[in-house]
């Protein structure tokens, strides 16, 4: 290692030497390096295997020393980032940039029409009510007021059939813990029903707006300590009666993993109960209200995911049951045995990633090579129409109703902002309903390439590579490349407002479709989870390196940025592949994968990862865990950890802990060049809800750091 550390110093060197220039230029205060971190060695034998853990102390955030430990790394970051040269003007664009704001594809309730909309400095998005598809927008309640510093979000939102009454949901601080409330649509007036503990709410509103079904989490002393954040029940709620007793409806006696949602048919005597086991299994369970019959489960068992919705009695299914990417069945009213389902869209080529029935069709929703498709069919399965998309690029939500000719979507790319349209059921046309604004910026100005490159096993892996017209290829571009790979998510092309403050100053942005995520199936998240992860971390390898072959870049102009199952795939880049890289910024991770399942919401992400608790999982955990392969003397990228204190999935304790060890054992720990630095945001989870300051204070410092690290000039 020694040899390959001075022959990454020579390649560096002439980066080294403008970083240094950089550096002179920060102010000489204290302190000069980060905190001296205490050992508190903790040995303990795992599955036969002794682990050594010198910083599990860190592990309890309400700890006096761990307070004051961080309160030291924030002084060190902030000594270090606050003084960068160009600091001012890149906080000044990235105002301008996130002051592009959002917008929500509508949800239906009867006359009314709710929607979010997000403009300027505002620090959260609006819900406005509209009444009547070309009526006046009303803003029914804004977020902003409900906080000075913008720190208590809107989570969700769910309308009654007939619109009278809207439940939302608002949590502080990111924690997502959401409170639900209780507004009338036509007066504003806030209902007196209050729900906590409602977080990621499953709604199924009774037609006549007399009550909902509703899924909620116990509350402290209802289970044994620990068990909290898990434990999601249904239950339903009658206007106007104690939540206290509301009766349950589902859920007890179950594994506390299962995350059941609701939806009602068009009818209201159907109750789809769907039950997400981990991210590859689904039940689906059906209950007849108007019968009065307990829950009835209608799907096999088997290992695959299921989706529904029932109309006029028939049940609609989507699934990769035998069926890696997807495909339809259909089960006529009352008989739902799985021998009896008929399958109506067989999957294709492209992945069927969800569909609903809205005013009496099918409107399904497709992803090929990592870009979104619409297509409308009929009722049996056949092809009406396929539903034009402006660009290659994304659909981000969908909305319709069964009694409604109408269906409402999200669309934008890396180039088009956020564009809600409108399709009508009964002209087939399609009309642009609202749009977000980008004066800012010239979308025409840049271009997007998609390109495939060569994983170690020979898989071949699409990216997509994002940068302004004209670029030259010479091999030394400010390059950052991003990924995730995991959970069956699709990184799809998205318009990033702070990629634009990269790409102005000439940087290429980069992003990956590895193995884990949904972008081809089934077959392509089982590749990238469990026992195949390194597949992921193999990926994101060979893009850099595709990135680097073919002149973009090189390792001395190559970052790469990654969060929460994205933030374990940085650090596994910086353990794996320290020479890769120049720098990386690892948000919100998960890096200590032996004992990541012991906090906060992570037990649910077992049936993905594995846990140490199994011994042959543990191998393969143990294998990769970024925490545990530190080696002392490296010389690795300057990093930048970022974490949050009130984060409820990923715990902070994983930031903390790599952060010291990396500072006590890399070879550049105390560098002033190449720092290993922890960022902790104050009064922010993970992610969900983050008011705009707090996101352009965070940008500010990310890329001070990326581009005082790969030499860009503001």
């Avoid at 970024?626 to 409820?648: I, N, Q, R, S, W």
Wanted: net charge negative; charged share 25%; aromatic share 12%.
């Amino acid at each position: 290692m020694g040899v390959g550390v001075r022959l990454i110093l020579i390649v560096f060197s002439l980066m080294v030497f403008a970083a240094v220039v950089y550096a002179s230029d920060v102010k000489s205060s204290s302190p000069t390096g980060p905190p001296k971190t205490e050992k508190r060695p903790l040995e303990e034998t795992v599955q036969g295997v002794k682990i050594l853990d010198n910083y599990r102390w860190l592990e309890d955030g309400n700890s006096p020393d761990t307070q004051k430990w961080v309160a030291e790394e924030m002084a060190y970051t902030q000594s270090v980032l606050d003084p960068l040269p160009g600091r001012e003007a890149i906080h000044k664009r990235l105002t301008e940039l996130l002051s592009i704001g959002s917008i929500s594809q509508p949800e239906i309730g009867g006359k009314y029409y709710f929607y979010t909309r997000r403009e300027g400095m505002q620090n959260q998005p609006v819900l406005y009510v509209r009444e009547g598809v070309e009526g006046k927008d009303r803003v029914l309640l804004d977020p902003n007021q409900l906080a000075a510093d913008g720190t208590i979000a809107l989570d969700w939102y769910h309308a009654s059939e007939n619109g009278k009454y809207l439940a939302y949901g608002t949590s502080p601080s990111g924690s997502e813990m959401s409170t639900l409330h209780i507004l009338e649509t036509k007066t504003g007036k806030a209902l007196p029903d209050t729900i906590e503990r409602t977080r990621a709410c499953s709604i199924a509103w009774m037609h006549d707006g007399s009550g909902f079904y509703y899924t909620r989490y116990p509350t402290k002393g209802d289970v044994p300590e620990g068990q909290e954040m898990y434990n999601r029940h249904v239950f339903y709620h009658e206007l106007g009666t104690d939540p206290a007793t509301d009766a349950p409806i589902f859920g007890e006696g179950r594994d506390p993993e299962d995350w059941p949602s609701v939806s009602l048919d068009n009818d209201g005597r159907l109750l789809l109960i769907s039950v997400s086991q981990g991210w590859t299994k689904t039940e689906l369970f059906l209950m007849d209200l108007k019968a009065g019959t307990p829950p009835t489960r209608i799907t096999t068992g088997k290992n695959f995911l299921y989706s529904g919705s029932v109309y006029n009695g028939r049940l609609y299914i989507v699934t990769n049951e035998d069926a890696p990417r997807y495909r339809m069945f259909m089960a006529e009213a009352g008989n739902y045995e799985r021998d009896d389902w008929q399958e109506i869209i067989p999957q294709t080529e492209a992945v069927l990633q969800g569909a609903a029935v809205w005013g009496g069709k099918i409107f399904a929703q497709y992803e090929q090579n990592a870009s979104s498709q619409l297509r409308l069919f009929d009722l049996e399965g056949k092809v009406i129409s396929d539903i034009h998309l402006p660009a290659l690029g994304t659909v981000f939500g969908s909305e319709g109703k069964w009694n409604h000719d109408e269906i409402f979507y999200g669309f934008l790319s890396f180039t088009v902002p956020p564009t809600v349209y409108r399709y009508d059921l009964k002209t087939g046309s399609t009309s642009l309903w609202a749009k977000v604004d980008a004066p800012s910026i010239d979308p025409s100005a840049y271009e997007v390439q998609q390109e495939w490159y060569h994983s170690k096993d020979g898989t071949k892996v699409p990216m997509f590579v994002v940068y302004k017209k004209g670029l030259k290829k010479d091999g030394r571009n400010p390059t950052l490349l991003t990924g995730y790979g995991g959970f069956n998510i699709s990184m799809l092309p998205s318009f990033s407002r702070a990629a634009y403050l990269w790409m102005e100053h000439g940087g290429i942005y980069a992003v990956a479709n590895l193995r884990g995520g949904a972008e081809f199936g089934e077959d392509w998240h089982r590749a990238g989870m469990l026992d195949k992860k390194q597949n992921v971390f193999d990926d994101m390898i060979a893009g850099a390196e595709h990135l680097i072959a073919e002149k973009y870049t090189d390792k001395d102009h190559l970052a790469i940025q990654g969060g929460s199952n994205g933030g374990l795939l940085m650090g596994a880049m910086i353990t794996q592949r320290p020479d890769l890289f120049r720098a990386v910024v690892c948000q919100v991770p998960l890096l200590d994968m032996l004992r990541y399942q012991n906090f906060q919401i992570a037990k649910l992400w077992i049936p993905e990862y594995g846990s140490s608790d199994n011994a042959e999982q543990f191998k393969w955990l143990y294998a990769y865990s970024p925490y545990h392969h530190v080696k002392a003397g490296t010389e690795y990228p300057a990093v930048l950890f970022m974490t949050a204190d009130t984060d409820t999935r990923v715990d902070p304790m994983h930031a903390k802990k790599m952060a010291a060890l990396m500072q006590d054992e890399a070879e550049n720990g105390k560098s002033k060049t190449r720092p290993i630095l922890l960022r902790i945001e104050a009064k922010a989870g993970h992610g969900a809800g983050k008011p705009v300051t707090k996101q352009i204070e965070e940008f500010t410092d990310v890329y001070s750091f990326l581009f005082w690290q790969l030499g860009v000039k503001e």
